[in-house]
Structures are given as structure tokens and as C-alpha cells.
């Protein structure tokens, strides 16, 4: 039986909340600029490129640091939001925007390969028939690149759950608002004796990458037969 600290729960939870609302958050935008960079010719394409790319390659902490410039009360875009009273830092919301971040690369990555591996000879051939050209997205491309987005929401979703650095950078680590399971793991690294509990979350937090990853394996196959079977 996995021995787990009073707190844990909560952190798990929270870390479930915010991988979720990153990944579906972000996802739209990411299926758009993936399009845009698959299919698309136009000047800047390599700094967008290279723009998306960036938190991969950017130290967490950096990403983390440019958020509480940008989002504290003192910054340019949380001056305008705190008064509205939807501030980020400091808060579970914040919390998911970092994890959006870090992990709207990989599913980009992913939906970007889906949509290039996607024969533009289907889409022309719709296109004869009298599609529009949304309908031929919607009813033609999309269909046949679903198992790339589905590694895309998973791969995201991975990332988001273990991002740590640019988290507790920009929104620390509280308890029950901002402590999430890589967060309380931390935390318990530094308290002496925590070795029980701190086995046990790792233990949970290995499961639900796993399980996001088997989960992926199982449905991309039975996706992607589906979508040839229609």
C-alpha cells in the first residue's frame, strides 16, 4: 500500500487541475499555429518556429521569471488584471499558465507532424467535390491527424503534470493553492525523515505519467483505425 503524507491528496488533485486546464487551454491555439506551420508559407515562419519552440530550450526558471515580471502585481499585464481581479501569480491559475507554456511545445511538435503527414491529395480531391475549404479542414484533415493530436494532449498533458522550475518560480509553492504533487515533492526533500511519504508521491506521480502514456497507446491505435475505416 502506497504511504502517503496528509497533504498529498491535495497536491495530486491540484497537479490533475492545472495539467488539465493547461492542455485543454492551450490546445486550440496549438492546433492553430501547428496548421500554421505545417502547411503555411510566409515571412517570420522560423522565428515563429523558434518562438515556440524557445521554452524547451530556455532554463524553466528564466520562463518562470519572465511570467512574474509580466504577471506581478508591479507588471505590465498584472496591474491591468489584478484589479479585475484575476491576477496570476501567486495562484493555481498561475500555476496552469506556466504549465501551458512549457508544455504547448511538445503538443504543437506532435499536431504538427500529424498535419504534415496528412496527403494534401485527400484535401484536393474534397476540395473538387465543392468543399470549402473549412469543411475540407474539419472534415478531411483533422479526422486523419486525431492520432497525432491525441500524442499531442498526452505528451502536454505529461509535461504539465511534472513542470516544476517555471511553476515555482512564478507562483511558489503554498500549500492548497500553488503546492502541486513536483512541488510537494520538493518540499518534502528538504524535511528530514520525509523519505515514507516522499516515496509514496513519486510512486503516484509515476502512475499518472504511465497511465497517460498507456492510455495514449491503447486509443491512438483504435483512433486511428477508425478514422481509415470511415
Known sequence: MIDLPPDALSALALSLKVSLTATLVSLPLAIWVAHLLARGTFRGKGLLDAAVHLPLVLPPVVTGYALLLLFSRSGPLGAVL????????????????????????????????????????????????????????????????????LAGVTLGFAKAFGEFGATITFVASIPGETRTLPAAIYAFLQVPGGAPGLRGMVVVAVLVAVGAVLASNWLAPRLAARVAGR
Open 82 to 149: 489584478e484589479p479585475l481581479g484575476l491576477g496570476l501569480a501567486f495562484r493555481w491559475t498561475g500555476a496552469a499558465l506556466a504549465a501551458a507554456i512549457m508544455a504547448f511545445p511538445l503538443i504543437v511538435r506532435a499536431i504538427r507532424l500529424a498535419f504534415e503527414a496528412v496527403d494534401p491529395r485527400l484535401e484536393e480531391a474534397a476540395a473538387t467535390l465543392g468543399a470549402s475549404p473549412l469543411r475540407v479542414w474539419l472534415t478531411v484533415t483533422l479526422p486523419l491527424a486525431a492520432p497525432g493530436l
